[in-house]
């Protein structure tokens, strides 16, 4: 298994609260990516980095923001949390590699299930 | 921007085939692929389809048809260990950004 690493495994949380949730990896991978999944939806994209301070806005960006300061960390932050956050978090890391990009597995996080009360 | 549809939901018996259908609506196709997700589990890679054709890996295979903007699961002599949910994914439509948009995931439930 890919060396990925999501802390808290568990949150619960109040409205209004700040959150943060983070992933590590062993990896060194240069993609890092940050989704939510809620029944009926899928897997939905939030915010993913492509570098060390290079982040991108995914589907469903608002009310969060992201940090990757290094390469093997990517914080997945809620400013004032909400009960429309409740969630399943899943971290999920690809390997780049040139002429392969298209071709790169994600390779995901046991995931970070934050309830929001 | 990108859109895929799989159906919510499909039942097979031990040891038969089933099929997984994905159709996908993408700005720029930069192949298909196919994740498995065991309940409360993260879900991990299957498969992956640039071209057209039938890509075969073990019990499973997956086809793409970038014509017809299709592509299947293919699941064979199915055990009961398969009960997952299923997932298909397409990378961002300008290729490079590394972004990838899932379907919203077929359960499948395999009985005896």
């Known amino acids: 298994d890919a060396g990925i690493t999501q802390s808290p495994r568990h949150k619960v949380t109040e409205t209004g609260t700040p959150v943060t949730l983070r992933c590590h990896q062993t990896e060194n991978h240069r993609y890092m990516y940050w989704y939510r999944q809620d029944p009926g939806h899928g897997l939905r994209l939030i915010h993913y980095?492509?570098?060390?301070?290079?982040?991108d806005k995914g589907e469903v960006s608002d009310g969060y923001s992201v940090s990757r300061s290094k390469t093997e960390d990517f914080l997945l932050t809620l400013e004032s949390a909400t009960s429309s956050q409740t969630s399943v978090y899943f971290c999920?890391?690809?390997?780049?590699?040139?002429?392969?990009?298209?071709?790169?597995?994600?390779?995901f996080g046991n995931g970070t299930r934050l309830t929001v009360t | 921007g990108q859109s895929l549809e799989q159906p919510s939901e499909v039942t097979a018996v031990e040891g038969a085939i089933v099929q997984i259908n994905c159709t996908y609506q993408?700005?720029?196709?930069?192949?298909l692929s196919w994740y498995q997700q065991h309940d409360g589990g993260a879900p991990t890679f299957l498969s992956y389809?640039?071209?057209?054709g039938l890509e075969e890996t073990g019990r499973f295979s997956s086809f793409l048809s970038r014509s017809d903007s299709y592509g299947y699961l293919l699941l064979q002599e199915l055990q009961m260990k398969d009960s997952a949910s299923y997932f298909c994914?397409?990378?961002?439509?300008?290729?490079?950004?590394?972004?990838?948009?899932f379907g919203q995931g077929t359960t499948l439930q395999v009985k005896p």
């Open positions: 980095s492509y570098g060390v301070k290079d982040t």
């Open positions: 389809n640039a071209l057209d």
């Open positions: 994914a397409v990378r961002d439509g300008s290729g490079n950004t590394g972004k990838l948009i």
């Open positions: 999920a890391i690809s390997e780049f590699q040139q002429g392969r990009l298209y071709n790169s597995p994600l390779h």
């Open positions: 993408t700005s720029g196709f930069y192949g």
